[in-house]
Nanobody, 113 residues
Framework: QVQLVESGGGLVQAGGSLRLSCAASESLFRFNAVGWYRQAPGKQRELVAIITSRTIYADSVKGRFTISKDNAKNTVYLQMNSLKPEDTAVYFC?????????WGQGTQVTVSS
């Protein structure tokens, strides 16, 4: 069973930065896609950024967030800069190995104004 463990969330002021990490129990080369999603209170889970054959960002985070991965460490990162209060959410890591998908437990990011 694939395990994904997120870390790096926390409380930050608007304009600040955080880096989230997602450590996978298996080689990232196995997955069709790895990415980050988020879910704010009362809202549906939404895509933040994903790496497949290309890298895709949600419009709301373009120019502020950067997704990357370290294959040697089996870890996916999300560097978040210029954070806004509307970025407050639980952030989840997701990995796809068709037809299965795997999710981490989530890490809370809170941005104060």
């Amino acid at each position: 069973q694939v395990q994904l463990v997120e870390s790096g969330g926390g409380l930050v002021q608007a304009g600040g930065s955080l880096r989230l990490s997602c450590a996978a129990s298996e080689s990232l080369f196995r997955f069709n896609a790895v990415g980050w999603y988020r879910q704010a209170p009362g809202k549906q889970r939404e895509l933040v950024a994903i790496i497949t054959s290309r890298t895709i960002y949600a419009d709301s985070v373009k120019g502020r967030f950067t997704i990357s991965k370290d294959n040697a460490k089996n870890t996916v990162y999300l560097q978040m800069n210029s954070l806004k209060p509307e970025d407050t959410a639980v952030y989840f890591c997701r990995a796809t190995l068709a037809p299965s998908e795997y999710w981490g437990q989530g890490t809370q990011v809170t941005v104060s104004s």
